[in-house]
């Protein structure tokens, strides 16, 4: 019995000073997606272009907590770049949701975030003006 009691103790001894594995891999999964993100927006350039068929929209997904938040990014399709950031997104998604996965339980709230229409604009691929 008295063995039982130190051996509960010391587990709830590890688990407030952080002795908890998965909170640890929870943080690495987020860093991993966040350097994922990182490297896809860095490959992910604007230009060049000339004309708005030439830009797409790189589609990201941010790990906040144990919710998804869509992010979004126009590029130039015809970049060097362009399957480089098209393909490290994808992996970043995958990070993400792996991320979300070990999350600790939390309440997410819905927002939608429809993805911006590119355009293309003194061979710079951008988010295009609101039309009236």
Same mark, same amino acid.
């Given at each position: 019995?008295?063995?039982?009691?130190?051996?509960?103790?010391?587990?709830? +001894?590890?688990?407030?000073?952080?002795?908890? +594995? *998965?909170?640890?891999?929870?943080?690495?999964?987020?860093?991993?997606?966040?350097?994922?993100?990182?490297?896809?927006?860095?490959?992910?350039? /604007?230009? /060049?272009?000339?004309?708005?068929?030439?830009?797409?929209?790189?589609?990201?997904?941010?790990? +906040?907590?144990?919710?998804?938040?869509?992010?979004?990014?126009?590029? *130039?399709?015809? *970049?060097?770049?362009?399957?480089?950031?098209?393909?490290?997104?994808?992996?970043?998604?995958?990070?993400?949701?792996?991320?979300?996965?070990?999350? /600790?339980?939390?309440?997410? +709230?819905?927002?939608?975030?429809?993805?911006?229409? /590119?355009?293309?604009?003194?061979?710079?691929?951008?988010?295009?003006?609101?039309?009236?």
């Amino acid at each position: 019995m008295l063995k039982t009691a130190i051996f509960a103790v010391t587990l709830v +001894s590890l688990a407030s000073c952080g002795g908890d +594995s *998965s909170n640890d891999e929870y943080q690495q999964a987020l860093d991993q997606a966040d350097t994922a993100q990182a490297q896809a927006i860095s490959l992910a350039v /604007p230009s /060049p272009c000339n004309a708005a068929a030439q830009c797409g929209v790189l589609s990201l997904t941010t790990a +906040s907590a144990h919710c998804e938040v869509a992010d979004y990014h126009v590029y *130039s399709l015809v *970049s060097p770049t362009a399957d480089a950031a098209s393909a490290a997104a994808a992996n970043e998604r995958i990070l993400a949701e792996r991320a979300v996965s070990l999350a /600790p339980p939390s309440a997410c +709230s819905t927002l939608i975030q429809l993805p911006p229409t /590119p355009a293309c604009v003194a061979n710079t691929c951008q988010v295009a003006a609101p039309t009236n």
